[in-house]
């Protein structure tokens, strides 16, 4: 079973050459330490930067440059600032490659729920419904249940929507899955996993076709 | 070249008034109209409608419009880390209308090109959509977003000058360029109010036609809501 | 009678301070010489200029800096650059104050007809049409009657139409008139221009309401 | 950074064929992108599309395409100043399809966007507005537009990195933005190429995002169209 370092060490694996990558906060925010040194990749965050490095060194931070979560980053040398419209424009057009996003539910038809759970307080989708509305490549990262032990991966989300029919790949602490016609397709198995102990925490149509690989980081 | 230097902050927000809509930049506290803020609570005009794509912290930003109870709705994208905030939220007091970061841009822009209304992917098939028109292109659904209506858009930039050009700094621009000419009035200020010609032509981000009043803000806190740090080896 | 340099003068009492305007080629690039020196005035160009001054001198020329009549200009300083979709953000957007065109034929209705003569040679509309569509208060700038003596203020637009129901005040070597709802309301005569050939020369409705002041330059 | 830089002209127009749709940068023979017009001479492709504010001059521009009859289709703001143009047009053996600037200007931003389409004001009761969806918003009525979808993306710009971040001068800023990133394939030739890094982050006009390949331009004629001067005193 993997924690949730493994799940941003296993989704780096799926970041490629020459990708333009957003990363959602939580887990996802984790994946750019893991991500390959011999290839080059850029992130981009929704606030209006493409190119961000590592976290400032202490004494460093400057109030104007911050990403999505609100924490203070420095930039590479090639990085750009712009303003939100412009930012969306990246996102809704389709120009970011890869986005890495936390989920509370996904459908086997890849509808996704994040945002909302009622009766609580709400604090708002920020950019997630343009993100998963628009980008060709959605990686979702998330624990394969919540607190109560129940599936997160189901036939039908029960929580709001943050998208409809967006989702291609979940990986979890317990699998690798990709989203099909037909339902969640498990290709790998986190370490010491077994293809029953998914298909217990699965709810939703889980397929197995030959032997399952027990996944590398 | 035309003046839209102001002499002062009251004169800045000369025609605020109650039950008003305004737009303010800002992407968590970084790139907010300190200054703007800061005399809407000295104006104790109330009733506000206010677009903003998030609302400040309990104790800065538009948490201290909201600690006045100035603010009767927030038109957000996010809306977390305030306190007071989901207090007058979950109890009534403040209406929130929570819409896609993107479309919130998107819909500003909309206001400054004169564009009323345009097709967006983000929400199609969520509650974002209820009561919106859908509609197909290319085999892709997408929801009609029109463009916002408001009385005044109170923006930040780093620095300007007197015809009313600005340059933001780094991730500070954020929503402040789209709001420029997307309310009836636009005020901007800024951290530096340059001498007319100092700025580059080439690199100017908001040219003065967007902008009708300028000035030099007073004081920036420009506080760090997370503040995160690497070790040096 | 004015010629075209008269009615470029006239025009130029309708510019105001603060305003921003955009000038079309003919006519209305003269009213730049004419605006008084005492107010403050920016010209806009819709390929990406705020704040034009004057023709460079001799050897001074650059070709990235022209306007929309593709001529080398200057800035001044306050000036900026931007590119076509900002440029008609603020066309479009209502930001510019003052539209100065010229026209083949206006109709008492402020449909206004500039671009096409069927059969002829089409040059296309430029950005004649987001102006007429977008701006709050056009100005046209003509001569009363074309080369044939026939009228261009019209009950109706013969030719196709640039855009409907937008001129506001039309400036012609004869007359200064406003569109009104009941037709063209006669505002002021060029000198030694009697109302009777204002009346002759007008083919829509023509309003003359008391005495009509011979115009000041 | 992810490296857009191609090694000559060759690899920057590599998948270039007949009966595509380009979009071109450029206001007039100002900002053009030279050195691809050229190469598409070179290349002899025919049938094209061409989504450009103007169609260049006899002898420069795309003037250089229609020579070689290599344009299917232009679709322009303003085509004047063009005698072959003129002839090709009025013998049928060119298409030409006028819209309004602003319009083109947006149905690129559009597509750059991800927007598939908005409403304008422009053209609404002529010609350009027949077979279109017209609607009234506050009173008002607005044409609907659809993004563009074209192939390639020709900009000229004039300092770039191996990025692709762009930065363009005065007035030849023109169409070249809203461009990039509105075709399939963007492909940025640029006056000079800086070094990576030596770009302010702050003042880039196009993010790197946008642009698929990116080089330097071998020379630039850029011809004056209508040289204006005035006496010195």
Request: with cysteine; hydrophobic share 40%; aromatic share 6%.
């Amino acid at each position: 079973m993997l924690d949730k370092t493994g799940i941003a060490q296993r989704i780096a694996k799926e970041v490629k050459d020459g990708y333009y990558v957003n990363l959602g906060i939580g887990i996802p925010t984790l994946v750019a330490n893991y991500v390959r040194n011999d290839i080059e990749v850029e992130f981009q965050s929704e606030n209006g930067v493409l190119g961000m490095g590592p976290f400032p060194y202490e004494g460093e931070e400057d109030a104007d440059v911050i990403n999505a979560g609100k924490q203070t980053i420095t930039t590479l040398p090639g990085a750009s600032f712009f303003d939100s419209a412009l930012s969306f424009s990246m996102i809704r057009g389709q120009h970011v490659d890869l986005t890495i996003l936390g989920a509370m539910e996904v459908a086997e038809s890849g509808d996704i729920a994040n945002w909302k759970i009622p009766g609580k307080m709400v604090k708002g989708m920020g950019g997630a419904m343009d993100l998963v509305a628009s980008a060709e490549n959605i990686i979702v990262a998330m624990m394969h249940t919540n607190r109560a032990g129940e599936s997160k991966l189901l036939k039908r989300c029960s929580l709001p929507l943050t998208g409809v029919g967006c989702v291609k790949k979940i990986v979890t602490n317990l699998a690798v899955l990709e989203v099909t016609p037909k339902g969640f397709k498990l290709l790998e198995r986190a370490p010491s996993v077994s293809v029953e102990e998914i298909q217990k925490s699965t709810e939703g149509t889980l397929i197995v076709e030959g032997v399952i690989p027990e996944m590398t980081l | 070249m035309i003046n839209k230097k102001v002499a002062n902050i009251n004169e800045a927000l000369q025609g605020v008034s109650n039950n008003m809509t305004f737009m303010l930049g800002g992407f968590g506290l970084s790139g907010i109209p300190e200054n703007a803020i800061a005399e809407l609570v000295n104006l104790g005009v109330k009733g506000l409608t206010c677009i903003s794509n998030n609302a400040g912290v309990d104790d800065f930003g538009l948490g201290l419009l909201l600690q006045k109870r100035q603010i009767k709705k927030m038109i957000s994208s996010y809306v977390g880390e305030n306190e007071e905030f989901e207090r007058q939220m979950l109890s009534g007091e403040l209406d929130v209308e929570l819409i896609p970061q993107g479309t919130l841009a998107e819909r500003c822009r909309a206001a400054q090109a004169g564009i009323p209304a345009f097709y967006t992917p983000a929400g199609y098939g969520t509650e974002v959509a209820e009561g919106k028109e859908t509609r197909e292109f290319d085999g892709k659904m997408y929801v009609m977003e029109e463009a916002f209506k408001a009385d005044f858009s109170f923006v930040k930039a780093w620095k300007g000058d007197s015809a009313g050009n600005l340059i933001f700094k780094g991730t500070a621009r954020n929503f402040n360029p789209v709001m420029c000419g997307a309310a009836k009035i636009t005020v901007a200020e800024v951290e530096e109010l340059v001498p007319l010609g100092e700025l580059d032509s080439n690199q100017i981000h908001i040219p003065g036609i967007f902008v009708q009043r300028i000035f030099q803000g007073e004081h920036y806190e420009k506080r760090i809501e997370q503040r995160t740090v690497r070790q040096r080896d």
